[in-house]
């Protein structure tokens, strides 16, 4: 005989299911997301591609004559999108439990299955996001308690020249607390219709930016090397054509603590070398001082026993003759002075500011057990999998929900850790 939840029919069960699902979501809601339908089959393996769009410098002559120029090369990047670790929660009752107690099922088993579901999708998400970006904003460490600190990153924002609209900064609970002892009226998010969402919003717009609390910011425990300061050995690789698909770059230092390391999530600062606004390419000024420009660690690395290190930053210092793809006003080089941002051995928890398109979560086409599945896809794109079946000599019921998410860095540039000023 079939599993039978009483009222609860397979189609009624699994609308339950993805109307929860997609009421507990916020940070998922704020990046790219899309099925990836045929991008990723038991063909292709374990990554996506997707394609960059290209950047183009314009020339400027007094009579339009442009043959002593040189065409803009046209350069083929890919966002590399991997397969994460399925996500999955799996209850079982009995059927004795089922006839004598299990009258809340959407209470009791729903609910708290998308709760776990969602927080553990966005919680895994906030951790690759904080170890893939770019940018850099305030003293690590500090909290982001006052107004003027959002404003501090929105300027960054803008001065990198971030597309219009889509633009998130998510903050720890207890900066919400700080905030809205200066601003009394939070929650002014009129017109979103996703309750956890909405309850999210602490102003839906200030500076052109979406400021929202959020309890999935991860923390990282930076590397145990107490030399901060090092030097750059050798001249890192600062051509577009080497970056395009990873957008990172390989820097060795040396200077650093013998036997020791440095952790993803460490964010450096090289002397003297500073940003260019992504459009204008003029140095990005605050008052008469350039930025400086940052780069954030994407995995750990170890430090050798002389105190040399290799390590691999999210967003490169790009400078070519062309200047067609240029971040930086002046490469790299051997000898630049690096100072680790972050202190030594100590826990952080930082805080994101991005643009939707820097990121994108894909959800990967999930084969049917051979049981009683059901497929069911948010609007935006991200496919659950609600399966039901039953062990016979147990006298049990079980139910299982699947979510395989893929994740992808589009742009470095268009994304940062936030802190507030000391």
């Known amino acids: 005989m079939p599993n039978n939840l009483a009222s609860n029919t397979q189609a ?22 899309q099925f990836l339908g ?68 959407d209470e009791l088993v729903i609910e708290p299955m998308c709760d776990e579901i969602v927080t553990s999708l966005e919680t895994r998400f906030g951790d690759f996001a904080m170890k893939n970006c770019n940018l850099s904003v305030g003293t690590p460490g500090q909290a982001v308690d006052a107004w003027g600190d959002v404003a501090k990153i929105a300027a960054m ?27 009394r009226s939070i929650g002014t998010a009129d017109g979103l219709v996703n309750p956890a969402f ?30 901060r300061i090092g030097a750059i050995v050798g001249t890192p690789d600062a051509t577009y054509v080497t970056a395009k698909d990873t957008m990172t770059q390989s820097i060795n230092l ?4 013998n036997s020791t390391t440095i952790k993803a999530g460490e964010v450096i600062e090289v002397t003297g070398r500073y940003y260019l606004n992504q459009s204008t390419r003029l140095v990005i000024m605050n ?15 170890t430090v050798s026993g002389t105190g040399t290190a290799t390590i691999i930053v999210a967003g490169p210092a790009i400078k070519e003759t062309t200047e067609q793809y240029d971040t930086v006003d002046v490469g790299l080089t051997a000898g630049d002075v690096v100072t680790l941002m972050h202190g030594a051995s100590t826990l952080y928890q930082p805080n994101m500011f991005y643009h939707k398109n820097a990121y994108s979560i894909g959800s990967v086409p999930l084969p049917k057990l051979s049981a009683q599945d059901v497929l069911m896809k948010t609007k935006d794109g991200l496919q659950l999998r609600m ?22 860095v589009l742009n470095p540039f268009l994304a940062g850790q936030a802190y507030g000023n000391a």
């Open 157 to 183: 924002v803008k001065s990198m020249s971030f597309p219009s609209g889509e633009r998130t900064l998510l903050i720890n609970p207890f900066s919400q607390v700080a905030l809205s002892e200066i601003q």
């Open 12 to 33: 009624t069960l699994s609308k339950s299911i993805l109307d929860r699902f997609e009421s507990k979501r916020t940070i998922s809601k704020t990046v790219n997301t």
């Open 287 to 301: 008052g008469a001082t350039p930025v400086k420009w940052r780069g954030v660690v994407t995995a750990d690395a």
């Open 38 to 105: 045929d991008a990723i089959n038991s063909n292709t393996g374990d990554t996506v591609f997707i394609k960059r769009p290209g950047r183009f410098k314009s020339s400027s002559t007094a009579d339009g004559d442009i043959s002593g120029t040189t065409a803009n090369s046209i350069i083929a990047g890919k966002a590399k999108g991997v397969v994460q670790n399925f996500i999955t929660v799996e209850v079982d009752w009995s059927i004795l439990e089922q006839a004598t107690q299990l009258n809340q099922l």
């Open 198 to 227: 909405k309850d999210a919003v602490i102003n839906s717009n200030f500076a052109g930016m979406r400021v929202m609390t959020s309890d999935s910011l991860t923390t990282f425990t930076s590397g145990s090397s107490t030399d």
């Open 387 to 408: 399966s039901r079946g039953s062990s016979l000599r147990e006298n049990k019921q079980i139910l299982r929900v699947d979510l395989l998410p893929a994740f992808a």
């Open 254 to 257: 040396n200077g650093l603590t």
